[in-house]
């Protein structure tokens, strides 16, 4: 059974410092992990993603790593912003479906 | 280009009530998911439809049923309500053909079951 495990519920991170959101998974034969936002009243906004061949991707201000021996992936969002301030959600793609974890709600303050 | 877009926004059923929610994909795409948010939990994998045709099903009864109609919008049916059934549902389209990874949700219908 694939799971996709974030430990952390809650994270909180003063503006202008580093965000660091963790995921760990279970299963090896996945093809990509991908990051989600998601504010309230709004569905999930994709952010970044990596395929299980690399082990860093990049895009601006979020970096995405991945440890394979480890099954654990992270994020990275520097420098964090209040816009920043939502609920960010792991995925593993597997064949054609998405397992999600089950969140990480994270609060950039001033 | 047009995002994905659901109706209702909001729908409240009673327990044995039948409903179906709506779900147009963003242009260009082909391919629908569907998933259950359960409050404070992370979207649960319904089924997902390609070319009209169901492809992959996660652990969800049967009356739990979908549509994709050649313009590549969807429905979810949801017969025999329950309580547990209570939940945000979400549709994702994407683009299967060219290997894309990334799904593109729409902004939910949250169905209350009393």
């Known amino acids: 059974d694939q799971q996709v495990k974030q430990n952390s519920p809650s994270l909180s991170v003063q503006e202008g410092r580093i965000s660091i959101l963790n995921c760990d998974y279970t299963?090896?034969?996945?093809?990509?992990f991908l990051w989600y936002k998601k504010y309230p009243a709004e569905g999930p906004t994709f952010l970044i993603s990596i395929s299980s061949i690399k082990d860093k991707n990049e895009d601006g201000r979020f970096t995405v790593f991945l440890n394979k021996s480890a099954k654990h992936l992270s994020l990275h969002i520097v420098p964090s912003q209040p816009g920043d301030s939502a609920v960010y959600f792991c995925?593993?793609?597997?064949?054609?479906?998405?397992?999600f974890g089950t969140g990480t709600r994270l609060q950039v303050f001033p | 280009e047009t995002g994905v877009t659901q109706s209702p926004t909001h729908l409240i059923k009673t327990r044995g009530q039948q409903v179906t929610l709506r779900c147009s994909s963003q242009s260009g795409h082909n391919t629908v998911s569907w998933y259950q948010q359960a409050l404070g939990q992370g979207p649960q994998f319904i089924f997902q439809?390609?070319?009209?045709?169901?492809?992959g099903r996660g652990n969800f009864p049967p009356r739990f049923s979908g549509l994709q109609f050649p313009n590549y919008s969807s429905e979810l049916n949801v017969n025999a309500l329950e309580l547990d059934d209570s939940a945000l549902y979400l549709c994702a389209s994407s683009l299967r053909d060219r290997g894309r990874n990334e799904q593109f949700f729409g902004p939910g219908t949250r169905l209350t079951v009393l």
């Open positions: 439809y390609y070319r009209e045709e169901e492809n």
């Open positions: 995925a593993e793609k597997f064949t054609d479906k998405l397992i």
């Open positions: 299963n090896s034969m996945f093809d990509y």
